[in-house]
């Protein structure tokens, strides 16, 4: 049964760092790997997918990384700002999208 | 190019009721999963329909159940509400299914309270 970790649960940083959240998985046998933000009582954003036969994916000032043999993908956060607080969840594709538990991020002015 | 849209945006139900909640994807996409969000238990998938047909099931009793439209938008039906139900109701789209490039794009979802 595939399980997915987020760690670590919760973040709280000065604006300005850089910072990696980390997804692990328990089976390799996935298609893609998608990050979102959720922030508080809404919906999911689109972050970032990378397709299994990809090693990396950027966006702006995100980069994902992905090493299916190791079961891990990281999330890349460079010169965070205040907007950047919010639950960040990575999800692996199978015939479903399969969801950490997420990390809660604050960045604080 | 507009978003998935869900309502209604907050329900309140007493047990006992039933209740649907409605999904419609972005254009063109054609595949419509459900997930239910809840603190104890994160994210859980509960079915996606493609072409109007159920393709996938997550483990959930028979009083959640689903359909689809020819033009694509969903509905889920959650009958003989209980206390745990309480939620918040997330629709996904994406373009295709299975194991191509498919992005899911989700909804601003339904927060559903069950009195």
């Known amino acids: 049964k595939q399980e997915v970790t987020q760690i670590p649960a919760a973040l709280s940083v000065p604006e300005g760092e850089n910072l990696v959240l980390n997804c692990s998985f328990t089976d390799s046998a996935i298609y893609n790997l998608q990050w979102f933000r959720q922030d508080p009582g809404k919906g999911l954003t689109s972050l970032l997918l990378i397709q299994s036969s990809q090693r990396e994916q950027t966006s702006g000032r995100l980069n994902a990384s992905l090493d299916k043999s190791s079961g891990r993908s990281t999330l890349y956060i460079a010169a965070s700002q205040p907007g950047d607080s919010a639950t960040y969840l990575c999800a692996v594709h199978t015939d479903k999208l399969i969801f950490g538990t997420g990390t809660r991020l604050q960045v604080f002015p | 190019k507009a978003g998935v849209t869900q309502t209604p945006r907050y329900l309140i139900k007493t047990r006992g009721q039933q209740v649907t909640l409605s999904c419609s994807p972005i254009s063109g996409h054609r595949s419509v999963s459900w997930y239910q969000q809840t603190p104890g238990q994160g994210l859980q998938f509960l079915f996606e329909y493609f072409s109007e047909t159920q393709r996938n099931k997550g483990n959930f009793p028979g009083r959640f159940s689903g359909r689809q439209f020819s033009n694509s938008r969903s509905e889920m039906n959650v009958s003989t509400l209980e206390l745990g139900d309480s939620a918040l109701y997330l629709c996904?789209?994406?373009?295709?299914?299975?194991?191509?490039?498919?992005?899911?794009?989700f909804g601003p979802g339904t927060r559903l309270t069950v009195l």
């Open positions: 996904a789209s994406s373009r295709l299914r299975g194991a191509t490039y498919n992005e899911q794009f």
